[in-house]
Protein backbone atom coordinates (compact mmCIF):
# COMPACT_ATOMS: atom_id res chain seq x y z
CA UNK A 1 0.00 0.00 0.00
CA UNK A 2 1.25 3.35 -1.22
CA UNK A 3 2.07 5.45 1.76
CA UNK A 4 0.60 9.21 2.24
CA UNK A 5 3.70 11.22 1.13
CA UNK A 6 3.46 9.23 -2.42
CA UNK A 7 -0.06 10.21 -2.92
CA UNK A 8 -0.60 12.61 -5.89
CA UNK A 9 -3.30 15.69 -5.37
CA UNK A 10 -5.49 16.77 -8.11
CA UNK A 11 -3.57 19.98 -8.04
CA UNK A 12 -0.43 18.46 -8.57
CA UNK A 13 -1.08 16.71 -11.57
CA UNK A 14 -2.51 20.08 -13.52
CA UNK A 15 0.74 21.79 -12.69
CA UNK A 16 2.94 19.05 -13.77
CA UNK A 17 0.31 19.22 -17.28
CA UNK A 18 1.05 22.58 -17.55
CA UNK A 19 4.78 22.69 -17.59
CA UNK A 20 4.81 19.50 -20.43
CA UNK A 21 1.44 21.43 -22.85
CA UNK A 22 2.27 24.53 -24.20
CA UNK A 23 -0.53 27.18 -23.44
CA UNK A 24 -3.36 27.14 -26.09
CA UNK A 25 -4.80 30.27 -27.08
CA UNK A 26 -8.51 30.58 -28.36
CA UNK A 27 -7.90 31.53 -32.29
CA UNK A 28 -9.35 34.74 -33.33
CA UNK A 29 -11.76 34.49 -36.03
CA UNK A 30 -10.45 35.85 -39.57
CA UNK A 31 -14.00 36.66 -40.51
CA UNK A 32 -14.14 40.59 -40.83
CA UNK A 33 -17.42 40.86 -40.61
CA UNK A 34 -17.35 39.05 -37.15
CA UNK A 35 -14.22 41.47 -36.60
CA UNK A 36 -16.18 44.64 -37.03
CA UNK A 37 -18.94 43.63 -35.24
CA UNK A 38 -16.68 42.85 -32.17
CA UNK A 39 -15.26 46.54 -32.81
CA UNK A 40 -18.96 47.82 -32.97
CA UNK A 41 -19.47 46.10 -29.28
CA UNK A 42 -16.39 47.83 -27.72
CA UNK A 43 -17.09 50.89 -28.99
CA UNK A 44 -20.32 51.05 -27.09
CA UNK A 45 -19.16 50.38 -24.33
CA UNK A 46 -19.39 53.65 -21.90
CA UNK A 47 -16.25 54.15 -19.71
CA UNK A 48 -17.01 56.50 -17.04
CA UNK A 49 -13.91 58.87 -15.78
CA UNK A 50 -13.89 60.45 -13.05
CA UNK A 51 -12.19 63.91 -12.71
CA UNK A 52 -10.67 65.24 -9.74
CA UNK A 53 -9.86 69.24 -9.39
CA UNK A 54 -6.70 70.40 -7.74
CA UNK A 55 -8.85 71.16 -4.37
CA UNK A 56 -9.44 67.75 -3.93
CA UNK A 57 -6.22 66.49 -4.41
CA UNK A 58 -4.74 69.39 -2.14
CA UNK A 59 -7.26 68.12 0.28
CA UNK A 60 -6.39 64.79 0.28
CA UNK A 61 -2.10 65.76 0.76
CA UNK A 62 -3.41 68.31 3.50
CA UNK A 63 -5.11 65.32 5.10
CA UNK A 64 -2.12 62.66 4.62
CA UNK A 65 0.17 65.76 5.43
CA UNK A 66 -1.07 65.76 8.68
CA UNK A 67 0.89 64.65 12.13
CA UNK A 68 -0.56 62.22 13.97
CA UNK A 69 0.06 62.46 17.74
CA UNK A 70 0.10 59.47 19.96
CA UNK A 71 -0.53 60.04 23.88
CA UNK A 72 0.75 57.47 26.29
CA UNK A 73 -2.12 56.05 28.33
CA UNK A 74 0.12 55.22 31.21
CA UNK A 75 0.09 51.38 30.84
CA UNK A 76 3.48 50.30 29.28
CA UNK A 77 2.70 49.21 25.24
CA UNK A 78 -0.52 51.12 24.92
CA UNK A 79 -0.87 54.43 23.19
CA UNK A 80 -4.18 56.32 22.07
CA UNK A 81 -3.84 58.67 18.93
CA UNK A 82 -5.31 61.68 18.92
CA UNK A 83 -7.05 63.09 15.82
CA UNK A 84 -4.48 64.47 13.18
CA UNK A 85 -3.56 68.32 13.39
CA UNK A 86 -3.87 70.13 10.09
CA UNK A 87 -0.42 71.98 9.28
CA UNK A 88 -0.44 75.95 8.25
CA UNK A 89 1.36 77.33 5.66
CA UNK A 90 1.60 81.05 5.68
CA UNK A 91 1.96 82.61 2.02
CA UNK A 92 3.17 86.23 1.22
CA UNK A 93 0.28 86.98 0.64
CA UNK A 94 -1.47 86.47 3.82
CA UNK A 95 1.77 87.87 5.22
CA UNK A 96 1.64 91.11 3.30
CA UNK A 97 -2.41 91.60 4.82
CA UNK A 98 -1.41 91.45 8.10
CA UNK A 99 1.39 94.10 7.50
CA UNK A 100 -1.51 96.35 5.80
CA UNK A 101 -3.77 96.01 8.28
CA UNK A 102 -1.32 96.23 11.21
CA UNK A 103 -0.45 99.55 9.68
CA UNK A 104 -3.94 101.13 9.51
CA UNK A 105 -4.54 99.90 13.46
CA UNK A 106 -1.15 101.83 13.90
CA UNK A 107 -2.35 105.12 11.77
CA UNK A 108 -5.64 105.12 13.68
CA UNK A 109 -3.99 104.91 16.68
CA UNK A 110 -1.49 107.49 16.15
CA UNK A 111 -5.00 109.42 15.40
CA UNK A 112 -6.99 109.13 17.94
CA UNK A 113 -4.26 108.90 21.08
CA UNK A 114 -3.32 111.76 22.87
CA UNK A 115 0.16 109.71 23.45
CA UNK A 116 0.82 111.20 19.57
CA UNK A 117 -0.31 114.65 19.89
CA UNK A 118 2.17 117.96 19.67
CA UNK A 119 3.53 118.20 23.20
CA UNK A 120 6.58 120.32 22.60
CA UNK A 121 7.85 122.89 20.42
CA UNK A 122 11.85 122.65 20.16
CA UNK A 123 13.46 126.24 19.02
CA UNK A 124 17.46 126.77 18.47
CA UNK A 125 19.01 129.33 16.41
CA UNK A 126 16.75 132.70 17.58
CA UNK A 127 18.10 135.57 19.32
CA UNK A 128 15.32 137.93 19.23
CA UNK A 129 12.30 135.85 17.97
CA UNK A 130 10.84 133.92 20.79
CA UNK A 131 9.82 130.56 20.96
CA UNK A 132 6.25 131.22 22.60
CA UNK A 133 5.65 133.67 19.78
CA UNK A 134 6.16 131.40 17.01
CA UNK A 135 4.16 128.46 18.50
CA UNK A 136 1.24 130.63 19.01
CA UNK A 137 1.18 131.42 15.75
CA UNK A 138 1.23 127.92 14.24
CA UNK A 139 -1.03 126.66 16.46
CA UNK A 140 0.37 123.10 16.40
CA UNK A 141 -0.50 122.33 19.83
CA UNK A 142 -2.45 119.43 20.63
CA UNK A 143 -2.45 118.49 16.81
CA UNK A 144 -1.73 114.94 15.76
CA UNK A 145 1.75 114.75 14.98
CA UNK A 146 0.80 112.36 11.52
CA UNK A 147 -0.78 115.86 10.52
CA UNK A 148 2.52 117.92 10.76
CA UNK A 149 4.52 118.44 7.53
CA UNK A 150 7.44 119.97 7.79
CA UNK A 151 7.64 122.21 4.32
CA UNK A 152 4.10 123.57 5.44
CA UNK A 153 5.43 125.02 8.72
CA UNK A 154 8.55 126.27 7.02
CA UNK A 155 6.46 127.86 5.01
CA UNK A 156 4.22 129.62 7.48
CA UNK A 157 7.13 130.50 9.82
CA UNK A 158 8.84 132.57 6.40
CA UNK A 159 5.77 134.00 5.61
CA UNK A 160 4.94 134.90 9.33
CA UNK A 161 8.38 136.46 10.28
CA UNK A 162 10.23 138.42 7.53
CA UNK A 163 13.02 138.78 10.19
CA UNK A 164 13.65 134.78 9.85
CA UNK A 165 15.52 133.88 7.04
CA UNK A 166 15.83 130.13 6.72
CA UNK A 167 13.92 127.42 9.02
CA UNK A 168 14.09 124.04 9.14
CA UNK A 169 11.61 121.84 10.78
CA UNK A 170 12.16 117.97 12.10
CA UNK A 171 9.50 116.11 13.38
CA UNK A 172 10.19 113.75 16.68
CA UNK A 173 8.21 111.17 16.92
CA UNK A 174 5.88 110.82 19.30
CA UNK A 175 5.39 114.24 20.58
CA UNK A 176 7.90 116.80 19.66
CA UNK A 177 8.59 119.12 17.01
CA UNK A 178 12.90 120.91 16.44
CA UNK A 179 12.13 123.81 14.68
CA UNK A 180 16.10 125.32 13.44
CA UNK A 181 16.02 129.04 12.28
CA UNK A 182 18.49 131.61 10.94
CA UNK A 183 17.14 135.46 11.96
CA UNK A 184 17.99 138.25 9.62
CA UNK A 185 21.56 140.42 10.51
CA UNK A 186 20.03 143.90 10.70
CA UNK A 187 22.25 145.93 8.34
CA UNK A 188 20.69 149.50 8.31
CA UNK A 189 17.89 151.05 10.53
CA UNK A 190 15.93 153.43 8.34
CA UNK A 191 14.31 156.15 10.08
CA UNK A 192 11.61 158.64 8.70
CA UNK A 193 11.21 161.77 9.91
CA UNK A 194 13.28 160.75 13.30
CA UNK A 195 10.57 158.19 13.86
CA UNK A 196 12.07 154.27 13.53
CA UNK A 197 10.45 152.21 10.71
CA UNK A 198 12.49 149.18 9.89
CA UNK A 199 15.48 146.87 9.86
CA UNK A 200 16.69 146.20 6.57
CA UNK A 201 19.36 143.31 6.41
CA UNK A 202 22.21 142.68 3.57
CA UNK A 203 19.98 141.46 1.06
CA UNK A 204 17.52 144.24 1.50
CA UNK A 205 14.41 142.47 3.23
CA UNK A 206 13.02 144.78 5.68
CA UNK A 207 11.35 143.55 9.06
CA UNK A 208 10.41 144.87 12.50
CA UNK A 209 12.76 145.89 15.20
CA UNK A 210 12.69 144.01 17.61
CA UNK A 211 15.33 143.53 20.50
CA UNK A 212 18.76 145.33 20.57
CA UNK A 213 21.22 145.21 17.52
CA UNK A 214 24.54 147.56 17.46
CA UNK A 215 25.69 147.44 13.93
CA UNK A 216 22.54 148.94 11.64
CA UNK A 217 23.69 152.17 10.13
CA UNK A 218 20.82 154.60 11.10
CA UNK A 219 19.79 156.65 7.78
CA UNK A 220 17.70 159.31 8.20
CA UNK A 221 15.44 160.06 5.55
CA UNK A 222 12.23 161.67 4.08
CA UNK A 223 10.72 158.73 1.90
CA UNK A 224 10.97 155.20 1.48
CA UNK A 225 14.06 153.83 0.01
CA UNK A 226 14.44 152.92 -3.78
CA UNK A 227 13.28 149.74 -4.33
CA UNK A 228 14.46 146.95 -6.27
CA UNK A 229 13.68 146.14 -10.40
CA UNK A 230 10.23 144.25 -10.38
CA UNK A 231 9.04 144.97 -7.08
CA UNK A 232 5.45 145.60 -7.05
CA UNK A 233 3.23 147.21 -3.83
CA UNK A 234 1.44 145.06 -1.82
CA UNK A 235 -1.63 146.79 -2.09
CA UNK A 236 -1.74 146.35 -5.75
CA UNK A 237 -0.33 142.41 -5.89
CA UNK A 238 -2.74 140.15 -7.20
CA UNK A 239 -3.14 136.54 -5.14
CA UNK A 240 -4.74 134.94 -7.93
CA UNK A 241 -1.63 135.02 -10.22
CA UNK A 242 0.69 134.16 -7.47
CA UNK A 243 2.41 130.87 -7.55
CA UNK A 244 4.59 128.97 -4.46
CA UNK A 245 7.56 128.81 -6.20
CA UNK A 246 7.31 132.95 -7.07
CA UNK A 247 10.44 134.05 -5.64
CA UNK A 248 9.98 136.81 -2.94
CA UNK A 249 11.55 140.15 -3.71
CA UNK A 250 13.00 142.07 -1.15
CA UNK A 251 12.29 145.88 -0.06
CA UNK A 252 15.10 147.49 -0.97
CA UNK A 253 17.43 147.34 -3.61
CA UNK A 254 20.68 145.15 -2.27
CA UNK A 255 22.78 147.65 -4.25
CA UNK A 256 21.69 150.28 -2.48
CA UNK A 257 22.22 148.77 1.32
CA UNK A 258 25.93 148.39 -0.22
CA UNK A 259 26.42 151.99 -1.00
CA UNK A 260 25.20 152.89 2.14
CA UNK A 261 27.45 150.83 3.57
CA UNK A 262 29.95 151.82 1.36
CA UNK A 263 29.59 155.73 2.12
CA UNK A 264 29.59 155.44 5.35
CA UNK A 265 32.94 153.99 5.68
CA UNK A 266 34.05 157.29 3.95
CA UNK A 267 31.57 160.42 5.47
CA UNK A 268 32.91 162.12 8.64
CA UNK A 269 32.22 159.70 11.77
CA UNK A 270 30.02 162.97 13.61
CA UNK A 271 27.97 163.40 10.91
CA UNK A 272 24.68 161.27 9.92
CA UNK A 273 23.77 159.51 6.95
CA UNK A 274 20.67 161.28 5.37
CA UNK A 275 18.75 159.53 2.26
CA UNK A 276 16.65 161.80 -0.15
CA UNK A 277 14.08 160.81 -2.64
CA UNK A 278 15.14 163.09 -5.23
CA UNK A 279 19.18 163.42 -4.35
CA UNK A 280 20.19 160.31 -2.72
CA UNK A 281 22.42 159.21 -0.53
CA UNK A 282 24.94 161.87 1.62
CA UNK A 283 25.00 163.16 4.27
CA UNK A 284 25.83 166.94 6.42
CA UNK A 285 29.05 168.55 5.87
CA UNK A 286 31.52 169.68 9.02
CA UNK A 287 31.00 173.03 7.26
CA UNK A 288 26.91 173.21 7.77
CA UNK A 289 25.83 172.13 4.39
CA UNK A 290 24.37 168.98 3.52
CA UNK A 291 25.97 166.84 0.16
CA UNK A 292 24.44 164.09 -1.78
CA UNK A 293 25.98 161.61 -3.87
CA UNK A 294 23.06 160.09 -5.64
CA UNK A 295 21.93 156.48 -5.01
CA UNK A 296 24.92 154.09 -6.13
CA UNK A 297 28.31 154.65 -5.62
CA UNK A 298 29.12 154.23 -9.14
CA UNK A 299 32.52 156.94 -9.73
CA UNK A 300 32.75 157.53 -5.93
CA UNK A 301 36.05 158.40 -5.20
CA UNK A 302 36.21 161.02 -9.05
CA UNK A 303 32.84 162.57 -6.84
CA UNK A 304 34.67 162.78 -3.64
CA UNK A 305 37.65 164.43 -5.63
CA UNK A 306 35.51 166.74 -7.49
CA UNK A 307 33.51 167.73 -4.25
CA UNK A 308 37.00 168.26 -2.49
CA UNK A 309 37.53 171.11 -5.23
CA UNK A 310 34.14 172.59 -4.66
CA UNK A 311 34.57 172.66 -1.29
CA UNK A 312 37.86 174.66 -1.80
CA UNK A 313 36.10 177.36 -4.30
CA UNK A 314 33.30 177.79 -2.13
CA UNK A 315 35.86 178.73 0.75
CA UNK A 316 37.90 180.70 -1.30
CA UNK A 317 34.83 182.79 -2.46
CA UNK A 318 33.49 182.78 0.98
CA UNK A 319 30.41 181.13 0.25
CA UNK A 320 27.36 179.64 2.44
CA UNK A 321 25.54 177.14 0.62
CA UNK A 322 22.79 175.13 1.94
CA UNK A 323 23.09 172.01 -0.52
CA UNK A 324 25.74 170.22 -2.36
CA UNK A 325 24.64 168.02 -5.45
CA UNK A 326 27.21 165.46 -6.54
CA UNK A 327 24.83 162.95 -8.16
CA UNK A 328 26.01 163.37 -11.78
CA UNK A 329 30.00 163.42 -11.72
CA UNK A 330 30.17 166.10 -14.95
CA UNK A 331 27.03 168.01 -13.50
CA UNK A 332 27.67 169.08 -9.89
CA UNK A 333 26.32 171.87 -8.48
CA UNK A 334 25.56 173.86 -5.12
CA UNK A 335 22.28 175.98 -3.50
CA UNK A 336 22.40 179.03 -1.61
CA UNK A 337 18.91 179.34 -0.87
CA UNK A 338 17.04 176.61 1.03
Same mark, same amino acid.
Not at 117 to 124: E, F, G, I, Y
Not at 257 to 271: D, G, R, W, Y
Given at each position: ???????????????????????????????????????????????????????????????????????????????????????????????????????????????????????????????????????????????????????????????????????????????????????????????????? *? &??? #?? @????????? !?? +????????????????????????????????????????????????????????????????????????????? *? &??? #?? @????????? !?? +???????????????????????????????
Amino acid at each position: MASGSNRTTRADEVRARRKIEPARRKPIPTNPSVRVSRDAQNASRVVARRSYTSTQYSKSAATRNRSRVYMPTGTPGSEVRLPPLPQFHFSWRLLSGLIAVGMLVLLFMMETSTAFAVDQVNLSGGVRVPVEEISQKLDIQGESIIHVVPSDIENQILEAFPDIKAAEVKVRMPTDIDIVIQERIPALLWLNNEEV *V &YWI #DQ @DGFAFTVRG !EA +TLPIRVYANSEPPHPLGWVPPELQLEAIETENQEKLPLVDPAFVATVQKLNSIKPAESPMLYDAKNGLGWVDPHGWQ *V &YFG #DD @DANIDMKLL !EY +TKIVETILDRNLQPVLISMEFLHAPYYRLEP
